[in-house]
Each structure stands twice: as C-alpha cells, then as structure tokens.
C-alpha cells in the first residue's frame, strides 16, 4: 500500500514537473519572439492607423475562436462531446505549443488537456491531427490564386512537393476510413486503446466551412495591418487572404521552426514587399507578428483561467467521502 502510495506520488510530482518545465519553455519562446520584434520597430518614428490595428486585433481574436469551435465540432461529431468554453480553452492553451521548436508540443498539449476531461486517448489523438490535416488543405486550396500567378511564380514556385502534399491530404479527407485505420496502427504501437469513430461527408465539409472562415478572418486582419502603414485598395484583399494563408500552411509545414518564424515571416515579406514596397512589408511583418504573438499569449491566459475556475467548481461539487 505505501508502496503504490510512492510510486503515484513519484509519478505525480514527475507529470507536475514536466508541466513546469514545458510551460518555462513556451514563455522562454513566446518572450524571445515578442522582444525580437519590439526590437525592431523604431517606435518615435512609428505613425499608424491606430483604428485599423484595433480592427485587426479584434479579427485575429476570431480566428482564435474560430479555431476553439472546430475543435468543439470534431469532439461532437467524434461522440464526445465537451462544453463550448472548455473546447476553446483547450485550442487556445494548445496553441502555444506551436512556439515550441518541433511543433509536437502542439499536439501533445490538447491530448494532455482533453484526456483531462476524460476524452479517450485515440479521440484526443484524433481532433488536432484531424484539425491539422483539414487547415493544411484549405491553406493549400486558398494559396491556389498565389502559385499559379504570374507576378508570384518566381517568389514561391509551385513545386511537386507541395503538389504531393496537397493530393495526400485531400485523398485522406476524402477517403478517411484509410485515415483512420492509419491512426488506428500507430495508436497500436504506442498501446492507446483504437477507436472506431468516423465522420460523415458533411461532417467534414462543416470543418471545412469553419477553417475557411478562420483563414478569411486571419486574411482581413493582414489587411487592416497593411491598412494601418501604408494606403491599400480593398481590392488586394483576395491575394491578401491568399498570402495569409499560403504563409501558415508553409509556417505550419516548418515542423522546426517555432510559429513558422523565419518561413512565414519571409513569405509575407517578400509577397507583400512586391504589392506594396519592401519597407512598408518590413514593418507589416514586425507589427503582424506582434499582435499574433499577444493574441496568443492573451488567448492562452484565459483559457487558462477558464480551466482552472471550472476545476474548482467541480471540485466544490464533489460529495464528500
């Protein structure tokens, strides 16, 4: 007996430890990105639209909900259901793994966080895995206009490795019996219980619908930045959205590099550098990184917050022993 109660502490304290540890970690990232690009933005020389940054703050905080309904749509269609506040929380407090060098703490952290509420662990496997392949095929789907653009044929080159990525992902979405019986072999190998869940057509088109929404609110928050520097006609919109997205499918695809820094950074720079002159793309980068990387940090506090109110809620409803 004492012997168990050891063990379960030892085992306990080691969880809590790497918790700590991967939480030092993400702010250690997050910090080091936020001061980089403060750094460079000469602030006494810095004249904005302040009404534009306000609205592209307001739109990325959408596409943070955005993101937490998909994830409260594939937990429903998967059987298991959570509360829409709680589904947030957990996308939003998951999405700080994406600082992290590897991305894999992405995923980890909303399995950690769903098994927590006594999601099974192949489900909890499946809905950021599932949500990630859907965001790459609408990115790839809305960068479409870019690749094949003349002006844009010499920056990003359609190339068979994107080709090949974007014919493997849509027959997975569109075949996802063979998704899932991929899953189902790793979840044997790692000795996770398999699931015979599976989604319907229209199930998957109903994500499909929301992740486009999330690019399009994402691609109307790069605008209103754009908006904020430098005079833009709203007619650039269309290559805009298309920019945003094609930028986070290669960010998202540079598995070690934290947030797609450097990758995504570089695509806007020099997409944008083309439209609309290379200082003023220099500057929409720094300040669309900002926002992005406070948005984060914001976003992740109260979910947070959220989770940790929700536990000492049910705590309090325990009955006692």
């Not at 430890?17 to 936020?34: A, D, E, P």
């Not at 995923?107 to 790459?136: D, M, Q, W």
């Amino acid at each position: 007996m004492h012997k168990d109660k050891g063990n379960n502490y030892f085992s306990n304290s080691l969880i809590k430890g790497l918790k700590y540890l991967l939480l030092g970690f993400t702010i250690y990232f997050v910090g080091k990105t936020l001061i980089s690009h403060m750094s460079q933005i000469h602030w006494r020389e810095l004249k904005l639209l302040t009404r534009f940054v306000f609205l592209s703050v307001l739109f990325e905080i959408g596409t943070r909900f955005l993101t937490g309904i998909s994830y409260n749509l594939l937990l429903k269609f998967a059987g298991t259901p959570l509360p829409l506040k709680i589904s947030i929380s957990v996308s939003w407090i998951s999405l700080l793994g994406k600082y992290l060098p590897g991305k894999i703490a992405l995923v980890a952290s909303s399995i950690y966080l769903l098994k927590r509420y006594k999601v099974p662990s192949a489900v909890a496997g499946i809905v950021p895995v599932l949500f990630t392949l859907i965001t790459i095929i609408v990115a790839l789907a809305l960068s479409i206009p870019l690749l094949f653009s003349h002006k844009s044929q010499v920056i990003v080159k359609m190339n068979y490795n994107v080709i090949v990525v974007l014919v493997l992902v849509i027959f997975l979405l569109f075949n996802l019996k063979y998704f899932f019986s991929i899953l189902n072999s790793i979840f044997r190998r790692f000795g996770i219980l398999e699931t015979d869940i599976n989604f319907s057509f229209l199930q998957v088109v109903a994500c499909f619908g929301l992740i486009c929404l999330q690019f399009l609110f994402a691609g109307i928050s790069t605008w209103m930045v754009s908006r904020s520097v430098c005079p833009v006609d709203l007619s650039i919109l269309p290559r805009i959205i298309s920019i945003t997205a094609f930028s986070g499918v290669m960010g998202l695809l540079a598995f070690f590099s934290p947030a797609g820094i450097g990758v995504r950074d570089g695509i806007y720079f020099i997409t944008l550098g083309r439209m609309i002159g290379y200082e003023n793309a220099s500057l929409i980068v720094i300040i669309l990184r900002l926002i992005q990387t406070m948005i984060d940090l914001g976003t992740a506090g109260v979910g947070a917050l959220i989770i940790y109110r929700q536990k000492k809620n049910d705590k309090y409803k325990e009955p006692p022993p």
